[in-house]
């Protein structure tokens, strides 16, 4: 009933920048975080960065802090994930994650299908 639809990923040098979109749809009364993971071969999925989405508060992994910004529009149901100075080790796979409260007033996690990063010369 809720869909997490993500955007943004692709192939970037190492340097550069790319944004990650993430905009969330259903039956929602609320979200209360929302967040990125990701996981690269051989490795288990790690929390990137988290935002509560009603105050703003952000907590980030200490690998991407100070490179990475995670943001949200609250209008929209919408976060984002900036990228900024990739390096290769950031190649994985980025999975959206929500923890929403759905118009019954339950609370569930989603999480979107994933998209790929990759940062390689």
């Known amino acids: 009933q809720v869909q997490l639809v993500e955007s943004g990923g692709g192939l970037v040098q190492p340097g550069g920048s790319l944004r990650l979109s993430c905009a969330a749809s259903?039956?929602?009364?609320?979200?209360?975080?929302m967040g990125w993971y990701r996981q690269a071969p051989g490795k288990e999925r790690e929390l990137v960065a988290t935002?509560?989405?009603?105050?703003?508060?952000?907590n980030y992994a200490d690998s991407v802090k100070g490179r990475f910004t995670i943001s949200r529009d609250n209008a929209k149901n919408t976060v984002y994930l900036q990228m900024n100075s990739l390096k290769p080790e950031d190649t994985a796979v980025y999975y959206c994650?929500?923890?929403?409260?759905?118009?019954?007033?339950?609370?569930?996690?989603?999480w979107g299908q994933g998209t790929q990063v990759t940062v390689s010369s």
């Open positions: 935002v509560i989405t009603s105050v703003g508060i952000t």
């Open positions: 259903g039956s929602i009364f609320m979200i209360n975080v």
């Open positions: 994650n929500a923890k929403v409260v759905g118009v019954d007033r339950m609370l569930g996690t989603y």
